[in-house]
T-cell receptor
Framework: DGGITQSPKYLFRKEGQNVTLSCEQN?????MYWYRQDPGQGLRLIYY???????QKGDIAEGYSVSREKKESFPLTVTSAQKNPTAFYLC??????????????FGDGTRLSIL | AQSVTQPDIHITVSEGASLELRCNYS??????LFWYVQSPGQGLQLLLK??????LVQGIKGFEAEFKRSQSSFNLRKPSVHWSDAAEYFC???????????FGTGTLLAVQP
């Protein structure tokens, strides 16, 4: 079955460390997205990519970095510059769109906690 | 600025009762609207979407939503709630060609036996 795989499901980070969250999709989607979810705040867009080797900052990109070297993969690095990284991180993908919007498909998320 | 408001943070209904979850949006052009559901510790699942045409859209799991342009609303409804519907529900609006979404803050639904 096609879908989006996020790993690991739980991740712990020490102060000052960078950590990388994995997101892989086999839906043949061009566009991929990273969201951060905090209680009572809904989902906020961190980064998105509409095509390989290209990505754009979302609403809360500070302290995060991404790469898009392959169509299937869109890893997110939470750097030590992110002062409040504890959150639930969701990856999503969608077909590339022109003027219309297509639903985004979501992975099951990674919960990041600070030790 | 574009925004989505879900006025109800938490709703409790009895099993078998009807349900309506409210969503109001602010968007200059024709909106693309979505409802997603999230079970604890899981990702989001698409319930239904509105792009154009009929203002009443049907989704999965017996849910429907009605788009009312005059009220800038896209409320989610279900005639008879099941215990398995207990989850958090998110309304979202699409932001044009980039396909970025703006999400509401969610409504947590509890179902009483």
């Amino acid at each position: 079955d096609g879908g989006i795989t996020q790993s690991p499901k739980y991740l712990f980070r020490k102060e000052g460390q960078n950590v990388t969250l994995s997101c892989e999709q086999n839906l043949n989607h061009d566009a991929m997205y990273w969201y951060r979810q905090d209680p009572g705040q809904g989902l906020r867009l961190i980064y998105y990519s509409q095509i390989v080797n290209d990505f754009q900052k979302g609403d809360i990109a500070e302290g995060y970095s991404v790469s898009r070297e392959k169509k299937e993969s869109f890893p997110l690095t939470v750097t030590s510059a992110q002062k409040n990284p504890t959150a639930f991180y969701l990856c999503a993908s969608s077909p590339r769109t022109g003027d219309s919007n297509q639903p985004q498909h979501f992975g099951d998320g990674t919960r990041l906690s600070i030790l | 600025a574009q925004s989505v408001t879900q006025p109800d943070i938490h709703i409790t209904v009895s099993e078998g009762a009807s349900l309506e979850l409210r969503c109001n949006y602010s968007y200059g052009a024709t909106p693309y609207l979505f409802w997603y559901v999230q079970s604890p510790g899981q990702g989001l699942q698409l319930l239904l979407k509105y792009f154009s045409g009929d203002t009443l859209v049907q989704g999965i799991k017996g849910f429907e939503a009605e788009f009312k342009r005059s009220q800038s609303s896209f409320n989610l409804r279900k005639p008879s709630v099941h215990w398995s519907d207990a989850a958090e529900y998110f309304c979202a609006v699409g932001r044009g060609a980039t396909n970025k979404l703006i999400f509401g803050t969610g409504t947590l639904l509890a179902v009483q036996p």
